[in-house]
């Protein structure tokens, strides 16, 4: 009688580990599949890890095969069982119990999957799982692609330059720009975060030619009371150069 490759339950046991196989009397070995499909239907699928690794090294333990081997003989054992219910018919009493089977192994067969680091499934599934793999792959190089086609209008080749050392004179009318308000009432310009003041500054604008760091031009935006910055770098006097009115204003 060839040995089973899944650790049986020692007969008469009070003390078996969950995993063993087998009833109080023992392990019928031409039935230790059957055993083995027994406790995937039972146990949660978080321990289909803990459950395989169990018999597994019980098999490299005693030598009876090695972790190729016994990945192949566990796939054909639940490949068979699927097919098996799958074929069930549908109207018999058991189709519930059946049905909850056959999505249970299903659940372990993808968990096999996940470990084949052979490609010991047969090769028709091995290349049919790559071909998808590279189908979804092209797809999102390809989704990725008309992305960056469509970041790429937005890239400049020069950007805006402002006068060196006056950065923060710049920044100063934008914050006028922000309190600015329409005869309705409403503001002119409106936005939810002020990271987007230092992100634009900062992909569109120099400081005579010199990049401007974003986190630096965070600084700015930090928080405000009045016309003080809570916390980082407040616009000094000598940088408030100028002062945006409404023409009705500038009429009286």
């Not at 091995?126 to 209008?153: G, H, M």
């Not at 005579?208 to 630096?216: A, F, K, M, N, Y």
Request: no cysteine.
């Amino acid at each position: 009688m060839n040995p089973s490759y899944f650790k049986p339950r020692k007969p008469f046991s009070f003390s078996s580990h969950p995993y063993d196989l087998g009833t109080f009397i023992g392990l019928w070995h031409k039935h230790d599949d059957n055993h083995f499909l027994l406790k995937i239907y039972r146990i949660e699928e978080r321990e289909f890890v803990d459950y395989y690794s169990y018999h597994l090294n019980y098999a490299l333990e005693n030598n009876l095969v090695n972790e190729e081997e016994f990945f192949r003989h566990v796939w054909q054992i639940v490949k068979i069982r699927i097919k098996h219910f799958e074929i069930q018919d549908p109207f018999s009493n058991n189709h519930g119990i059946h049905k909850d089977s056959l999505k249970r192994l299903q659940k372990f067969e993808r968990y096999l999957k996940s470990i084949d680091i052979w490609d010991a499934r047969p090769p028709h599934l091995v290349i049919e799982e790559k071909e998808n793999t590279i189908q979804r792959q092209k797809e999102t190089i390809e989704e990725l692609q008309a992305r960056l086609d469509e970041l790429k209008v937005f890239e400049v080749s020069q950007k805006i330059r402002i006068e060196e050392g006056y950065v923060a004179t710049f920044i100063d009318l934008l914050k006028q720009v922000e309190k600015l308000e329409l005869p309705s009432g409403r503001k002119l310009i409106l936005s939810d975060h002020q990271i987007v003041y230092p992100r634009l500054i900062g992909k569109y604008f120099s400081d005579g030619g010199d990049d401007l760091s974003v986190e630096t031009l965070r600084n700015y935006y930090v928080g405000n009371k009045g016309d003080v910055t809570l916390k980082g770098t407040e616009i000094k006097a000598e940088h408030k150069l100028f002062r945006i009115v409404p023409v009705n204003y500038i009429e009286k």
